[in-house]
Structures are given as structure tokens and as C-alpha cells.
């Protein structure tokens, strides 16, 4: 009951959308947006009406688990993209109405992108054909265009979030984690990779320059690499060229802590304390949360970049961890002294309970496990 407590708290953060103006970067301007991702297998209007009733402002939406078919919803193939599969497009179609009749806003995410098929429909193998050869990147970039074109007349997308975590750094010869603060690691690497498949800043700036060809209003949401790791921002020469972007990062450090794999092992970390992180234990608290965010705030004051411009857009942890509402207050505050705009993970997940926080951190019987159980 605790944590089901305080998550009402982080819920009554929230307020609804009182003014939409005409142009869509207003939506981000004013206020910090506090909103949540669906990434479900089956969208239903009962979601957005009960996100509503929570005030919950914007959704970061992801549709590759929807069924389709196509091998990949909406892409078709991300082997060989022709353009938007109808019937697909149709369906998100409908769903964007449900949104917009509820009154939230949507950033569209996709999980996969042409030569980038999203790993849990990938037999957990990242894919990495879009950090390899251009010819792919040439098809995301397509893929963008023919979406942008068709949704532009949707006035509840808020942003085009490009690609969910993307992580051209995979498979080379950089460490995912080291020490806390350090991110001289990504200049090193953005140096050794800068004007090939692999750069993700031109990448993003050729990709925008396609969207803005057809669609001129609509906010672009992009996200650093290494699975959207705030630091790996150091790496980039200059913030993008387009004036209405939008800088994400995802937030499960320290990952020890955060994920299923610690509660499968009896909580053996707990917030705050001694979490491993890079190889070393170190003590995890508030401070150390903003000793992680340093590298990438030094960025973003560099390039000038106003709070209004970051956006938080994935931060969680399993529901069962101990700790995990010191933590997710820890972050909330973080961001919220800063004025950075957040969505956390997970409202009502289907797939799975581990992100629902709305149920504690008590486990659950059979029968709701079996589809039965209510809230």
C-alpha cells in the first residue's frame, strides 16, 4: 500500500492540458509534461480513458507489438521497406483518435526501424544492419517520410520520437557502463566513427531533414546512443540543426538495482546503497543520481539548450526491488527541480507486471496473473 501511495503521488503531479496551440512545440514550451509509455501488445480506449482520469498529460507510444500481418507492424519488413503497410497504418490511425478524444498527446516511437528490428522480435539479438550500411539508413529515412506524411494532420502527436534506445555503439570496442561521470568515452568513439553509418548525429540530421520536406510543425524526439544513455550526448559535435528538437535520455541506472534480475535474486541491492556499477561497488543515493546526469547537463548548458528541450522519456524500476520508491521519488524530484519534461515506465503494462506500480510491491495471486485479477 506504500508504494501504491506514492504513486498516486507521482500521479497527482500531473495536470491536464488546458490550451493546444496551434503550433505543437508550444505543447513542450511552458510547463514540465509528466506523461507515461505504452509499449502494450493489444491498445485499448479503456488505457487512455483510465491515463485520463490520472491526468496523465502525454504518452510515449510504441505500436511494433501489435498484431499485424506483415513480419514487422507498419514497416512491413525491416529487411526491405516499401512503404507503410494500410491496413497498419489504419489501425494506428484509431488509436491516435482514441488519444486525441481523451484529450492526451502523443509521441510516436518506434521500436524498429528498416535494418533496425526491435531484439524481442529479433530472437534477442540486437540489430544492428542500420548502423552498417547506408542503404538501410536510406529506407528508415523513407519510412519517416511516408509516416510523417500520412499522420501530419494529427494534432494530438506532440513529437516523432525516431528510434526507441538506439545503439550503433554495440559490437565496438566501447564499455556500456564505467565510472559514474565519466563520458569521455563517447568523444573518444564519436571521433573514431564520425562520417560513417555508425554516426548517429548525422544520421538524425539527414532523417530530419526528410520529415521536414513533408511536415513542417510536428516536434522530432531524438535520443542519445547506447540505449539512449544521458552521457554518450558528449560525444556529439553540436546540438542538430532543426529548431524543434527534442534531446531524450532513458534512466534504469544503476541497472544492478533496477532490473527483474535483482529481484529474482532476492533483492540483493536496495536503494540507496552499494550497487555495482562499471565493476565497482559504489554507494547509489540523490547525490549520486546527479553526479550521473552531470556529463550530459554539461552538454546541454554548452549548446545552450533550455530545460524545456529534455525530455526524460523512459525512467523505472521493478515494482519489487527494495527501495524502489525512494528511488523513483529520488528521480521524479531530480527532474522536476530542473524542469525537465518525464514519462515514466510503465502505465498498465499487458505484457507484464514487473512496471505497474499502481499494485505495490506485493506479489499477485494466480488468478490475475491468468487475466482474471482486477485493480
Known amino acids: 500500500m506504500r508504494m501504491k501511495r506514492r504513486f498516486m503521488g507521482i500521479c497527482g503531479l500531473l495536470c491536464l492540458v488546458s490550451v493546444y496551440g496551434e503550433e505543437k512545440i508550444a505543447f513542450w514550451d511552458s510547463q514540465v509534461r509528466r506523461g507515461a509509455n505504452n509499449m502494450n501488445e493489444v491498445p485499448t480506449q479503456e488505457w487512455f480513458q483510465a491515463a485520463a482520469a490520472l ?11 501489435w498484431d499485424t500481418e506483415a513480419q514487422d507492424f507498419l514497416v512491413g519488413d525491416t529487411g526491405n521497406y516499401q512503404g507503410l503497410v494500410p491496413k497498419d497504418l489504419q489501425r494506428l490511425q484509431e488509436v491516435l483518435c482514441w488519444a486525441d478524444a481523451q484529450g492526451i498527446r502523443v509521441v510516436l516511437t518506434p521500436l524498429s526501424l528498416p535494418g533496425c528490428r526491435w531484439r524481442q522480435h529479433n530472437n534477442q539479438r540486437y540489430d544492428s544492419r542500420l548502423w552498417e550500411a547506408y542503404r538501410y539508413q536510406e529506407m528508415a529515412i523513407r519510412f519517416w517520410v511516408d509516416l510523417a506524411q500520412a499522420l501530419q494532420g494529427y494534432a494530438c502527436i506532440v513529437a516523432y520520437n525516431i528510434l526507441n ?5 554495440l559490437g565496438t570496442a566501447i564499455q556500456e557502463q564505467t565510472a559514474v561521470g565519466d563520458a569521455q568515452r563517447f568523444s573518444r568513439w564519436y571521433g573514431q566513427y564520425k562520417h560513417t553509418p555508425r554516426d548517429l548525429y548525422d544520421f538524425y540530421n539527414r532523417i530530419i531533414a526528410g520529415i521536414r520536406k513533408v511536415d513542417k510543425k510536428t516536434p522530432i524526439m531524438v535520443e542519445s546512443g547506447f540505449y539512449a544513455q544521458p552521457p554518450s550526448y558528449a560525444g556529439w ?17 544503476p541497472y544492478g538495482f533496477t532490473a527483474n534480475s535483482n529481484f529474482r535474486h532476492g533483492g540483493i ?11 565497482t561497488p559504489i554507494h547509489w543515493d540523490k547525490p549520486t543520481l546527479i553526479r550521473y546526469f552531470a556529463p550530459f547537463e554539461d552538454w546541454i548548458a554548452v549548446q545552450g539548450i ?4 529534455i525530455v526524460v522519456a523512459e525512467f523505472g524500476c521493478m515494482r519489487r526491488n527494495p527501495g524502489v520508491a525512494a528511488y523513483l521519488e529520488d528521480l521524479v524530484s531530480l527532474f522536476e527541480a530542473r524542469a525537465y519534461h518525464w514519462a515514466f515506465y510503465a502505465f498498465r503494462e499487458d505484457g507484464w507486471d514487473g512496471y505497474d506500480y499502481e499494485l505495490g510491491t506485493r506479489g499477485l495471486p494466480w488468478a490475475y496473473l491468468a487475466g482474471c485479477g482486477t485493480r
Open 237 to 253: 559535435p553540436g546540438r542538430l540543426e532543426d529548431s524543434k528538437i527534442l534531446y531524450a535520455v532513458h534512466m534504469y541506472e
Open 55 to 65: 491526468s496523465i498529460q502525454w504518452v510515449r507510444l510504441a505500436y511494433d507489438k
Open 306 to 309: 533550455p530545460p524545456n528541450r
Open 165 to 169: 534506445e538506439p545503439c550503433p555503439e
Open 269 to 279: 541491492y536496495s536503494y540507496p546503497g552499494p550497487i555495482p556499477f562499471g565493476g
